[in-house]
């Protein structure tokens, strides 16, 4: 069985810094493209950025400049950092990755997700 594992989540104030930590474990062949969304109170879930294998980024546009994405495919750990955080990234967050599992098709898996708030 393949699960996700988020960690690193917590309570921060504005200006503040938080590194979150996502490893995926089980049967795995191999790990495309990984990802953090996040969920704020009464919002649909948003995108916040994305990494290959070959590394490749892409974030959203409230992120960027602010968090970085990355990974480690020897460990099958993505990671994110969040500097300069602000009260409306507030939410959260979740991972995923697509996974190919040993002798199976790609799939899209999903973390338990790891609340963030960023509060005076």
């Known amino acids: 069985q393949i699960k996700l594992v988020e960690s690193g989540g917590g309570l921060v104030q504005p200006g503040g810094s938080l590194r979150l930590s996502c490893a995926a474990s089980g049967s795995i062949f191999s790990i495309y493209i990984m990802g953090w969304y996040r969920q704020a109170p009464g919002k649909q879930r948003e995108l916040v950025a994305t990494i290959t294998r070959g590394g490749s980024t892409n974030y959203a546009d409230s992120v960027k400049g602010r968090f970085t994405i990355s990974r480690d495919n020897a460990k099958n750990t993505v990671y994110l950092q969040m500097n300069s955080l602000k009260p409306e990234d507030t939410a959260v967050y979740y991972c995923?990755?697509?996974?190919?599992?040993?002798?199976?098709?790609?799939?899209?898996?999903w973390g338990q997700g790891t609340q963030v708030t960023v509060s005076s």
């Open positions: 995923n990755a697509d996974i190919a599992p040993r002798g199976a098709g790609i799939t899209r898996y």
